[in-house]
């Protein structure tokens, strides 16, 4: 019989119900085990495999997403261009900001993006008016793209 580890031949055993040597010596017989315990991480099975697969695939639509909410991000801040924002937002479905913009006769019907959120602050808007028209005006920017 030959050793586990280095595969040379053992020593015949000795009588008197000692059981069979399967490794030359100690060092022989803990390398072998030191050698299955590093196979062992490294043995993943098929289905650990496809689940770890499926989850890189999740968080690389992920990733996507947030690069395309971050580029509408910084398209909504570097917008400059004077748009028609009450034409559009009569096209919409109401609500009550856009009642309120529509019916106020000093609004401009166009501008830019900075011009109309001044002009909310300056005529005492809400903050939480203030945030839907940021809404909106991102809705706009989408539909016109």
Known sequence: M?????????????????????????????????SLRQQEPMKATDEELEQAKARIAELEQQVTHLKYLLDV?????????ARGFKSWLRKQAPSSLSQKLLADA???????????????????Y?????????????LMLLSQS
């Open 2 to 34: 030959n050793c586990k580890y280095c595969q040379r031949v053992l020593p015949p055993s000795q009588p008197g119900g000692h059981r069979k040597r399967e490794y030359c010596n100690d060092a022989c017989k803990q390398a072998y085990y030191r």
């Open 73 to 81: 991000e910084k398209w909504y801040h570097q917008d400059t261009q």
């Open 106 to 124: 000093l609004l401009p019907p166009r501008g830019s993006r900075a011009f109309y959120e001044a002009y909310l602050r300056k005529s005492k």
């Open 126 to 138: 809400s903050q939480e008016d203030i945030h839907e028209f940021k809404h909106l005006w991102l």
